[in-house]
């Protein structure tokens, strides 16, 4: 693995590069969540990156600007520059690796950053893999501020004298700026609300897997033609609270997305 900054010099994108270990003519460029997410997913896109890259299929991970070891403050990480950072993040991928197919993966708010991207139809871009997309962008901040809410009381309720809980019920424009101490800007939360992510499975310029969770996948029959629709293979409760390191490696999952991923390539 090598780890580097891409991009141009006022927009420095953190990557890491995963040779493959055998022959092949496809490569890879996973897309992490947003936010707290990104961390809990850290060790999954890493297990893919080196189970592909066995499978002799050159990986690239990035953090888009904005988040993670990239340049850049949470409060300036927008879809419109994340779409961008994909699209710089392949030009990238596809001179180092010198591969005459690319994949997408991305996970989460990744996975919608993707569907944008592929719009531009760069070029070498042969299928998404998009896992989980938010569907429901309303929804999705919704669920970061109440569980954002419940934390703060759980941890600093009682020692803070903070009734966040109450605060919420009080004012609805309360706790919509940030989640688990990561800021989400306005121009975030209006992209994220704004368009029928649904819909927008439909006209995909590139043929797309999606792997999401089974309850879902009757609400887009007939919405995302251009799409495949996978059934998840386990549940993952991408913003739950959990022990010790707040990573994840949902096995079930990564074996999926791994197999899903190969077969794109090929």
Known sequence: MTPLYIGTPNRRLYACLHPAEATGSAAVLLCPPFGFEMVRAHRLLRVLAERLARNGIAVMRFDPYGAGDSLGNDEQLDLAGWQ????????????????SRIVWMGLRLGANACMLAASAAPPALRRLVLCEPILDGAAYLDELRRRHVAMLDAELGQMAHIDAAGRA????????????????????RRELIEPDWRALLGPLATQASVVLDEAAIPGLKGRAESARLLAAAEPVDWPADI???GTLLPGKLAAQLTREITDACA
């Open 84 to 99: 961008s950072d994909v699209l710089t993040a392949h030009e990238h991928l596809a001179a180092w690796s010198g591969r």
């Open 169 to 188: 019920a009080r004012d609805p424009e309360a706790f919509r700026d940030e989640a688990f101490g990561i800021a989400i800007s306005g121009a975030l």
């Open 243 to 245: 022990p010790e390191d």
